[in-house]
């Protein structure tokens, strides 16, 4: 087996070390190693493969929009080593047999571990549970389920599956969403909604929800996780339950973290999203909960579309963006280069926490000896600009296209094997 | 200008010269000159998603008053209501050869997309956007506040003008805002507070619950239409309460000074937000505004495709 070493990059951003990698482990840290094959990584920083908590790979059924195959390849270019497919395909994965599908996809893929999420309920309909225990004892391993796309809004159904999920130390993840706040909604409710005449999504109508979730969990003693949250009174619900001693995670987008919903008013559907592009002062307040730590994660949320639903009128267009690609420069650009977080505390939100909410024992580990070699070797430095139709998502659908983004992805290694080399796929 | 897409596309003065044009035009119509000559040769397309006869109208008429072509392209029948995407559509009003395109459309932003997306190389009239903007009702609500104010001259400085409704879901009242305060007008929102928009503290309008408070001071009133079916959304809890809070009855129209104007973009729905004989009372210039809708709309297309030959 070929072995890899490389060179000069900085660990986590912090002391620069030569990385030995060999039969699929770090074999060695250290100065002027050898191996088969050099990774130059002078002023690179060396990450922990990046893991996504929530991944739409669209596989099976709107294949049209992204496969297993190509979202694995759009993680690999991005630094991941690992993502979860999210279960709003059709047909749903509300059962073993559709995560075990998705799961099997991965496997042949080989760029990633795809770890598929569980519906809550059968169909996403917020009706009645779906077989959760048969989907956790699947060969598919299913630990963090999720109606993603549509909200667990009855609070009995919630209760129920955070209460039941115990069992197999499962989470639930919700998509927060107050259903009748939001009918027909189309961006945030604010001063830009008003003057454009979209429909507003009021915070309020992902604050309540959360609100609610975090006492249920409580309650119940069980584990909350709360999808891309994206408010400023979200972070201060979160803040305080996590006072509270309530076990409740939380993730962010880089979209979130990135743009404001003044970008509608280009009335571009590119910039549609759900949940929406929020103020600034709710930027503001992600951006320092991911730093203070009350959000644990930053997740993609990609979401792939062709492109017949973005190019159209804004009611007519798909919710989401992608985002695997670019993930990681848009965290070095809002993050790091504004200096509120470190490298280390990246690998923290971006690989080791989300491992640890998805239950994920072979990713997220650190740059250790004789730990699984899942690495992602990153330039800060250089500047590059977006250019949608270069993406390997098997859609275009990138806000970031025309921007300038800090940094560049050099290598990805999965499970020892490099995915990813000078930048482009292996 | 080569589209109008929101009131904020018009400056102080450009919205002058349409008002001024606009009066030209009406003038040359009033004397029978029949067709003026202007826009032979150009093809106007009236792109209507929505059903609106009286706007079609009215854009249509005036497109023939100054010898365009015009394309009338409705929703209804076409393949637009089997399915076909709006850049479809567009792309097939490129290769009619449209110089100009007038969109009706339920989509707040879909005039925007036509003008921006490189569908079509022509100019874009925006005939109402969803719940976002009607630039040519304001221009026709300016022109007719002017006439009957400031002696069909110059702006609207001093004016008040108290705009009366659901100006959440109104087009019309978006625009106006815009416009009437661009022009020098002072506006006053009025309305129960769940049909004001949030965030409607920053369109610079004054913003009151109370229509009895709101009428002593105005130079015009302008009542917006009212779908009866909010009420199924807890708007407000009937039509009979909402007619006695909002509705402009001859009692409130008689607390406005005398030479105030009642004004009402239509289709009304009487005894809902205006009664009849208010509609019919000689302050009422709601007639008035559908012609001069035809004048203005002339001004629009005029200034649009007139003075673009060979650039478009
Ligand atoms: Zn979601």
Not at chain 1, 359 to 379: D, E
Not at chain 2, 274 to 287: E, F, G, L
Request: hydrophobic residues 45%.
């Amino acid at each position: 087996m070929t072995s890899y070493v490389i060179t000069g990059g900085s660990l986590l951003g912090e002391e620069v070390a030569d990385l030995l990698i060999d039969e699929g482990v770090i074999r060695e840290i250290g100065k002027n190693l050898k191996g088969d094959v050099v990774v130059d990584a002078a002023g690179c920083v060396v990450l922990p493969g990046l893991v996504d908590l929530h991944t739409h790979l669209r596989e099976p059924g709107r294949e049209d929009a992204e496969t297993v195959l190509s979202g694995s390849r759009a993680a690999a270019k991005g630094g991941f080593t690992c993502v979860h497919a999210m279960a709003n395909t059709n047909p749903v994965a509300d059962s073993a047999g559709v995560v075990e599908q998705v799961w099997r996809l991965g496997r042949e893929a080989g760029l990633v571990e795809v770890r598929p999420v569980g519906a809550v309920t059968m169909g996403l309909a917020g009706q009645n549970l779906a077989e959760l225990g048969a989907m956790a004892d699947s060969a598919a391993a299913v630990r963090v389920f999720s109606d993603d796309g549509k909200c667990v809004y009855d609070a009995a159904i919630m209760r129920r599956a955070l209460e039941y999920v115990k069992a197999f130390d499962g989470v639930i993840a919700q998509h927060a969403q107050e259903p009748r706040l939001t009918e027909d909604a189309q961006m945030n409710e604010g001063i830009v909604s008003s003057k454009l005449g979209l429909a507003g999504w009021p915070a309020v109508a992902e604050e309540a929800i959360i609100a609610r979730d975090v006492l249920l969990a409580q309650h119940v003693g069980a584990r909350l996780h709360v999808c891309h949250l994206s408010t400023a009174g979200s972070v201060d619900i979160i803040r305080w339950a996590k006072a509270r001693g309530i076990n409740v995670t939380a993730e962010v987008t880089p979209h979130h973290l990135f743009f404001t919903d003044d970008v509608v008013e280009s009335y571009d559907p590119i910039y549609k999203v759900n949940p929406p592009l929020r103020t600034a002062a709710d930027v503001e307040a992600v951006r320092a909960g991911l730093a203070d730590g009350t959000i644990d994660i930053v997740a993609t949320d990609h979401a792939p579309h062709p492109s017949e639903d973005k190019d159209c009128e804004w009611s007519a267009a798909a919710f989401g963006m992608t985002g695997l690609e670019s993930a990681l420069a848009i965290v070095n650009a809002t993050m790091v280069r504004t200096k509120a977080m470190s490298w280390a505390q990246v690998a923290d939100r971006m690989s080791f926490a989300p491992a640890q909410i998805g239950k994920v024992n072979t990713q997220g580990q650190a740059l250790a000896v004789g730990n699984p070699a899942n690495i992602v070797v990153f330039n800060p430095d250089v500047e590059l600009e977006v250019v949608p139709s270069q993406s390997v998502s098997g859609s275009r659908n990138t806000p970031y296209g025309g921007h300038t983004l800090p940094g560049q992805v050099v290598a990805t290694f999965f499970a020892g094997k490099p995915t990813v080399l000078e930048s482009e796929l292996v | 200008m080569k589209h109008l897409l929101s009131a904020t596309d018009l400056t102080r003065d450009s919205a002058i010269t349409i008002l001024d044009t606009a009066s030209q035009l009406a003038a040359a119509t009033a004397q029978g000159v029949g067709k003026l000559p202007p826009l032979r040769g150009r093809t106007v397309v009236n792109l209507f998603y929505e059903d609106s006869t009286r706007t079609r109208t009215s854009f249509e008429a005036a497109a023939k008053r100054l010898s365009a072509d015009v394309i009338n392209f409705s929703a209804k029948g076409s393949s637009v209501s089997k399915g076909e995407s709006l850049k479809d559509t567009a792309l097939t009003l490129e290769a009619m050869g449209a110089d100009a395109v007038v969109i009706r459309h339920h989509s707040s932003g879909a005039p925007h997309r036509l003008a921006n997306s490189g569908w079509i190389s022509g100019g874009v009239v925006n005939a109402g956007d969803g719940t976002h903007e009607h630039p040519t009702q304001a221009l026709l609500d300016a022109y007719t506040l002017r006439r009957h104010l400031r002696d069909n001259n110059g702006d609207l400085s001093g004016v008040k003008v108290a705009i009366v409704g659901d100006v959440l879901h109104s087009r019309v009242a978006r625009s106006n805002a815009i416009l009437l305060q661009t022009l020098g007008a002072s506006v006053r929102l009025v309305g129960p507070p769940t049909l004001l928009p949030f965030g409607v503290e920053t369109w610079g309008c004054e913003v009151s619950y109370d229509l009895d408070g709101a009428l002593d001071d105005v130079d015009a009133v302008m009542m917006l239409r009212v779908q009866r079916e909010r009420m199924n959304a807890a708007y407000f809890p009937s039509a009979h309460e909402y007619s006695n809070r909002y509705g402009l009855n001859s009692a409130r129209a008689a607390r406005m000074p005398e030479h105030a104007i009642v004004m009402h973009p239509g289709p009304m729905n009487r005894g809902m937000e205006i009664t009849a004989d208010v509609a019919d009372s000689k302050r009422s210039v709601i007639v008035e505004q559908v012609s001069n809708g035809v004048s203005v709309r002339m001004a629009v297309l005029y200034l649009l495709l007139g003075g673009t030959e060979g650039t478009a």
